[in-house]
């Protein structure tokens, strides 16, 4: 273990120190809490199981934006050496051909474990970092130098001519490039898929230390230099060239080059009885700076620093960004149509009063708190559960809400909303008001696809508000990537939440199957005398993400889009919903009112000059609560009735 600390310790302290530097400069408070978090797990060489145990929420960033997310596989080694010298022990009292023998038994198991663990709660997760099906990797390095100790069939080989053992490591080079270039996230991995990638790592280690791809460092440098310079230039289209991948592999090349001779070889060999202790100590420092960063983000985090600088945005009080549209109010009993002229307030609307800043987007990537002033219905408050604004009593809502994160990024307009009533009426306003309901959660379309949707239409029921309003991001579930079909399925699907697939599953016939039965909902809410809101689709995209608009210490692109050909673009998919809602005699909302002037969508506000939305389809709380005025026609359609 000595000489395993010398061999670990002096490179991973210099690479994770060098990544924590640069994230405290580079990362907002949660991923570099995330950072923090596999570090302090790493110092331990327990990373694998600090990731095992992380379950990412709806809006959380992916894992594979962790900078020391590899450090994984150096806490499965560890843990592998926790057990193989026991295994050892065992094999050394063993014959040569049984303790071979026991070698691929243990290997066997392993690997079964690998296999049976794929897919278990959903997910691929303990299959990866559970150390048990890991373990078969390591062995195979195990058997390989039992062989050289004992059977020295792969040392003959290679020691033959210098130039097999670099044949050898090109080629299992080879291997692994083609094991990157053909595993993808939707692929059962490891499972059988992870025999590539570990016959290609066996290759190397058979070609012997001095073949010309053989670095530890490597290993270390390569993926903190890929995230780090990705989160700091996001956007691949304004990422300079020394920042752009194939840079930070030559990079990364570089600095492991110089780390092996300048830190490994000379600490590894050093006589000093001394280094071990100092090593442990600076790594258990380490550990606890990582803590403290863990703990203290925002005092770490010098992005965090730039964005509590700048000043909180009052609520709007006029109405100098305001336009008129024109719009069809049509949930009604009868057929008749109501063409209504209303005022709304746009955040497109020129002049252009304020410009971005990196500090202004920064703030806007981290800005969601849509429950503020909300109340679970019957049970704890979370975006997944049932919440409830101005509960009255035992008093049924006026309103319910369904939908997803579309439909929960709604909330903070409908707050704004009570707060304008009960400031006009103090004594009254509150009562006037509807009770609002939402039925809402992250990822869970209103749609007969979702198996959620069936306590969707049991609570409409049951509760009989006199206003139901649709929201949810249509374009996420019907992406029909099976093509334009034919025929639908029996019981078509929506698409995965998080656009984690192709959705080849989905064809335009089952959209419009889905469409159709959406429809006869709608028609029969309509027909019993409730009022039916449905939103459309609204412009959305990576131009709207603040991630985009930041390239480096500068801000980026911030270029406005066309509304008319966002629309196009997605015409297939609008089209079907807007005819269903039509044809349903309910009425169309249409954020895009106060989200795009004449056309022209801007992804900064003129008169904040910030993201409007959190990431790509998420509205900020601040222009969902004060310039949301397309959904105030659900409040008042409430508010009218007896």
Not at 584 to 610: I, K, P, R
Request: net charge neutral; hydrophobic share 45%; glycine share 6%.
């Amino acid at each position: 273990y000595s000489r395993r600390i010398r061999r670990i310790y002096p490179a991973l302290l210099v690479v994770a120190t060098s990544t924590l530097v640069v994230g405290c400069c580079w990362l907002l408070k949660t991923p570099l809490r995330t950072l923090s978090a596999t570090l302090v797990a790493g110092t331990l060489f327990g990373a694998n199981l600090q990731l095992l145990t992380v379950d990412e929420g709806y809006f959380d960033a992916s894992v594979k934006e962790n900078p020391l997310l590899h450090l994984w596989s150096l806490g499965v080694e560890e843990q592998f050496y926790i057990v193989w010298p026991f295994l050892v022990s065992v094999l050394l009292r063993l014959s040569v051909r049984r303790a071979l023998l026991t070698q691929v038994v243990f290997i066997g198991c392993s690997f079964a474990c690998n296999v049976l663990l794929l897919g278990v709660d959903g997910s691929n997760k303990y299959a990866f970092y559970f150390p048990l099906s890991r373990f078969w990797q390591m062995a195979l390095g195990g058997l390989l130098a039992f062989d050289h100790a004992h059977l020295k069939t792969v040392a003959i080989f290679v020691a033959a001519k210098p130039v097999v053992a670099s044949t050898l490591s090109l080629m299992s080079l080879g291997v692994l490039v083609v094991g990157y270039a053909v595993i993808n996230e939707a692929d059962a991995f490891p499972g059988f898929w992870a025999l590539l990638p570990t016959f290609g790592a066996l290759g190397l280690l058979a070609a012997g230390k001095d073949s010309p791809i053989n670095h530890y460092s490597l290993y270390l440098w390569h993926w903190p230099l890929l995230v780090l310079a990705k989160a700091h230039f996001p956007n691949d289209l304004s990422r300079p060239w020394y920042m752009q991948p194939y840079t930070m592999m030559i990079l990364s090349v570089v600095l492991s080059i110089l780390t092996k001779h300048v830190v490994e070889n000379r600490t590894r060999r050093h006589p000093s009885p001394l280094l071990v202790p100092c090593l442990v100590v600076c790594m258990v420092v380490l550990g606890g700076v990582a803590l403290a960063a863990f703990n203290l983000p925002a005092s770490f985090s010098l992005p965090a620093q730039r964005v509590a600088g700048v000043p909180v945005l009052n609520d709007l009080n006029d109405t100098s960004t305001a336009t008129t549209t024109t719009v069809i109010v049509n949930a009604t009993t009868n057929t008749s149509t109501t063409v209504t002229t209303r005022v709304h307030l746009n955040w497109s609307k020129p002049p252009r009063t304020s410009d971005p800043t990196v500090a202004k987007i920064l703030a806007g990537i981290e800005d969601w708190h849509p429950l503020d002033g909300y109340e679970g219905y019957t049970e704890p408050l979370t975006e997944d559960t049932m919440k409830v604004l101005n509960r009255r009593g035992t008093s049924l809502p006026n309103v319910i809400v369904l939908g997803d994160s579309h439909a929960n990024m709604l909330m903070p307009r409908f707050k704004r909303l009570l707060e304008l009533a009960v400031a006009a009426d103090p004594v009254n306003g509150a009562a006037k008001f509807p009770t609002i309901v939402f039925r809402s959660a992250n990822g869970s379309p209103p749609l007969a696809c979702n198996g959620r949707h069936g306590g969707d239409v049991a609570l409409v029921r049951d509760l009989q508000p006199s206003v139901v309003f649709y929201s949810s991001n249509w374009i996420q579930f019907w992406r029909a990537g099976g093509g334009a079909g034919s025929v639908p399925s029996a019981t078509p699907l929506c698409c995965t939440p998080g656009y984690q697939d192709a959705c080849a599953y989905q064809t335009l016939a089952d959209v419009q199957a889905m469409a159709d039965m959406f429809q006869a909902e709608l028609a029969a809410l309509v027909q019993s005398g409730k009022k039916v809101f449905v939103a459309t689709v609204n412009p959305e995209g990576p131009e709207f993400s603040g991630r985009n608009m930041v390239n480096g210490n500068a801000v980026g692109t911030v270029t406005p889009i066309k509304r008319s050909v966002f629309r196009q673009t997605f015409a297939s998919v609008i089209s079907i919903l807007e005819r269903a809602v039509a044809n349903a005699q309910a009425t169309l909302v249409d954020f895009s009112d106060n989200q795009c002037y004449q056309d022209l969508c801007q992804v900064v506000s003129m008169a904040e000059g910030e993201p409007v939305y959190k990431d790509k389809d998420h509205m900020r709380p601040y222009y969902a609560r004060n310039y949301l005025s397309t959904i105030d026609v659900v409040v008042e359609a409430a508010m009218l009735l007896p």
